[in-house]
């Protein structure tokens, strides 16, 4: 009964049918895998609720059995789980867009440093030759704190930075100069 | 009538004045000598049946009284019965009221319970209760009638609030322990640690994991402080890991320890870098439980690395933790028997636990996604692991998306002790997913090689053949969960002839009809109770039945509260159980007792 629906699929796009181009032909109806597996068993008698058959995606009351206290525990759990991420936008002058990267899952500057590299393809002033930087064709991670200030990377401890971070700014390397002889 | 003072019990009636015994007398001191040493319940059963003085005997002698129904008898009757009783165990509803298809006010109250009590057994000690509705009135009748308690248990309880536990920790002056497990508790804004009194007392056993509001931590601290006799203590997860060192450092002699959120109370920040978790839990040198975990900050996870080797228990049902993160613990829990877990953990995980935890006994994974079409992540494969590696697994319970015969089968040969097998594949009706074919030939194996079977739980694609099997093979089954499985009312009639030590059966969403109950009806008289929702009975038929049967209730009742009606094709929930009262008098309106 699967294979069948599986080649029915393959067939759709050769089918000679009447109808305009882009029309489906009808009333396929998407079956889902519970069903499929109703009617291949021989003999199934009709289950009394039949609207769970027929749309097997409507929860069916307390099942799985798990009780509803762990299923409220889990959803904090869930959640809990998706706040220890802490993604933070990243820009960088002169592009277009905007990045996202979870600060959470580097753990200290050096890989946080080597992931902005990786991703916008660039070398951190700390890292490169003194001459491009002080040509500003080089870029200095720059973050938001808290308060609202911009604040060179790599000044605070680690944890203390992933507290206060709320946003990333690839700072071109003349304007991050100003910066650093600020600091 | 004359009773004998004995040496551990009270003493009934006034002081007597000394004649010499007759030979009867004489054969029944010694009986209830000798039987003070039976302790198991079914061997009381049994001695009770012998003869009218075996009966008395036995029923002078029972101190620990276990009624697995609320309903099955009635205070008086059990009062009248027995009359030393120190300890009661008392279960109320059926255990799907735990997901759900029970509507609320159905029953299970204790009230009637604690006023027999309080006049039968004033000295009681213990009482345990399970799926009752517990009203703060009857905690304080508790707390007020039973000078002696010690011992107050509530698991899966609901009703009742602080104020409840607050005349239970001012008022029960012997107490040492008390413990909530998967209760509903009310926040009364009643602050009931405060309610202990300020002197010494004889905890041994304080846990409130299942309470979902904050308490009040500098009076709990304090509370420890006059707790020297402390050996189990289980916070709820407003207890952060901060406030948890606080506690461990008062405590190091717990054996049981519910550690509560697990993370700290704000944004990690370098103070709590100067609390050595770690030393804490290196000093607790007797734990052998641990639980908790409910918000878990992974990276505190090494402060437990100490207690691990000692570890028989561990509860991480609560933890989402990777497999890596599971592995690192878990490869150091070489006594583990019990062990809970999530299953974020993944097949990999399982893995680990199989390779370590050559001793385990009980495994329970659980969901953190509980719908059926949620993403599953442990398989066949974490089964077959766990199979492989533990082989003196006596219990499992096992949620996943993705199952084989295979490994079922596997697990059935590898684990000869399995006492407790309950497998739910959660999308329903699903199939082997390699082969396609229904879940028959595991569940079989199953029955067939676990010898010692006594519950099983059932999912998955079934046929009429899987319960055949059971029929055949599970002679020692005591427990049946069923759920959208089966073709044909033969299905439950294989269960029902051959099982002849079926106690409780639970059915729900499955296509079994009213020769179910026909072909049930020399069996029920042995059973706890039949439940069967969503299947396909009439109405007409358990009327038919309740007539023909009059030692057993039969309970009809609709999911949204409405009148039962004669129009409905089928009935939405039968609950029928054996009873020596009759219908019981506190059932709401929308349950019809036929």
């Known amino acids: ?183 | 009538m004359r009773e004998n003072t004995r040496l551990d019990g009270p003493t009934i009636g006034p002081a007597p004045v000394y004649t010499p015994p007759c030979p009867d007398q004489v054969l029944e001191n010694v009986l209830e000598n000798v039987l003070h040493f039976l302790t198991c319940r079914k061997d009381r059963n049994s001695a009770s049946l012998v003869c009218k003085s075996w009966y008395r005997a036995e029923a002078l002698t029972r101190s620990d009284l276990f009624i697995g129904n609320c309903y099955a008898v009635g205070p008086a009757r059990a009062t009248e019965r027995f009359r030393r009783v120190k300890s009661v165990v008392m279960k109320g509803k059926p255990r799907f009221a735990d997901f759900g298809l029970i509507p609320p006010n159905w029953g299970a109250f204790p009230t009637p319970w604690i006023s027999a009590f309080a006049q039968a057994y004033p000295w009681l000690q213990k009482i345990h209760l399970k799926r009752m509705t517990v009203t703060d009135y009857d905690l304080q009748h508790i707390s007020l009638s039973f000078p002696s308690l010690n011992d107050l248990t509530l698991v899966c309880c609901e009703a009742f609030g602080t104020s409840g536990l607050s005349f239970l920790a001012s008022n029960c002056r012997q107490l040492r322990v008390l413990d909530l497990f998967e209760d509903e508790v009310n926040d009364d804004e009643v602050d009931w640690i405060c309610s202990f009194p300020e002197t010494e007392n004889n905890l041994e056993s304080l846990s409130f994991e299942c309470i979902d509001f904050p308490i009040n931590f500098n009076a709990l601290e304090k509370l420890l402080a006059r707790s020297p006799n402390l050996k189990r203590l289980r916070v709820n997860r407003f207890v952060t890991i901060d406030q948890l060192y606080r506690l461990m450092v008062r405590a190091p002699q717990l054996t049981h320890l519910g550690t509560g959120s697990f993370t700290p109370s704000e944004i990690w920040i370098p103070a709590h870098q100067d609390l050595d978790f770690g030393a804490a839990f290196a000093a607790c040198k007797s734990l052998v439980c641990l639980s908790g975990f409910r918000e878990i900050a992974p990276v505190f996870l090494p402060s437990i690395y100490p207690v691990c080797a000692n570890l028989t228990s561990l509860n991480f049902s609560y933890a989402n933790l990777n497999a890596e993160e599971l592995s690192s613990v878990i490869c150091h829990c070489h006594n583990l028997q019990t062990f809970w877990v999530l299953d974020t953990v993944g097949d990999e995980g399982l893995r680990a636990v199989a390779s370590t935890c050559k001793d385990l006994q009980e495994l329970r994974v659980f969901p953190i996604d509980a719908r059926e079409d949620s993403e599953g992540f442990v398989s066949e494969v974490g089964l077959l692991a766990i199979s492989e590696g533990c082989k003196k697994l006596r219990s499992i319970l096992y949620f996943c998306q993705r199952m084989t015969n295979s490994a079922v089968i596997a697990m059935s040969k590898n684990c000869p002790e399995l006492l407790v097998f309950r497998l739910c594949i959660m999308g329903r009706h699903r199939p082997d997913h390699i082969t396609n074919e229904p879940m028959d030939e595991g569940f079989g194996a199953i029955v067939m090689n676990c010898k010692k079977l006594t519950r099983l739980a059932v999912s998955g694609l079934l046929t009429d053949k899987a319960f055949e099997y059971i029929g055949q093979y599970g002679k020692l089954v005591r427990t049946l969960s069923v759920a959208f499985a089966g073709d044909s009312d033969m299905a439950l009639k294989y269960v029902l002839e051959g099982c002849p030590n079926l106690l409780k059966l639970e059915v729900r969403d499955s296509p079994f009809g009213d020769s179910v109950l026909r072909s049930s009806l020399p069996h029920l008289y042995n059973m706890r109770f039949l439940w069967m929702s969503a299947c396909r009975l009439t109405l007409s038929a358990c009327r038919q039945f309740a007539k023909e049967m009059p030692h057993l209730v039969v309970e009809v009742f609709t999911n949204g509260m409405e009148e039962v009606n004669d129009k409905d094709e089928f009935v939405d929930t039968l609950y029928m159980y054996r009873s020596l009262e009759g219908p019981r008098t506190d059932a709401p309106e929308y349950v019809k007792i036929l």
Not at chain 1, 6 to 19: A, Q, V
Not at chain 1, 138 to 146: A, G, R
Not at chain 1, 147 to 155: E, I, N, P, S
Not at chain 1, 164 to 170: H, P, T, Y
């Open chain 1, 1 to 183: 009964m699967e294979n069948s629906n599986i080649n029915l699929c393959y067939h759709e796009d050769t089918e000679l049918r009447l109808g305009l181009p882009g029309t489906k032909n009808g009333s396929e109806k998407k079956r889902s895998f519970s069903e499929i597996n109703e009617e291949s068993t021989s003999g199934v008698e009709q289950c009394h609720d039949d609207h769970l058959i027929s749309q097997p995606k409507v929860q069916a009351i307390g099942w799985p059995p798990i009780r509803s206290y762990r299923k409220n525990c889990l959803q904090v759990t869930k959640a809990h789980k998706e706040s220890t991420r802490m993604y933070v936008k990243v820009s960088m002058d002169g592009a277009p867009y905007l990045r996202k990267i979870d600060l959470k899952l580097y753990k200290d500057y050096k890989e946080l440093l080597k992931a902005l590299e990786e991703m916008f393809k660039f070398k951190s002033g700390k890292s490169s030759n003194k001459e491009a930087f002080r040509n500003g064709s080089e870029y200095e991670p720059t973050y938001e704190d808290k308060d609202g200030d911009w604040m060179l990377v790599g000044d605070v401890p680690w944890d203390m930075f992933i507290a206060s971070c709320k946003r990333l700014r690839l700072m071109k390397g003349c304007e991050a100069k100003r910066l650093a002889c600020l600091a």
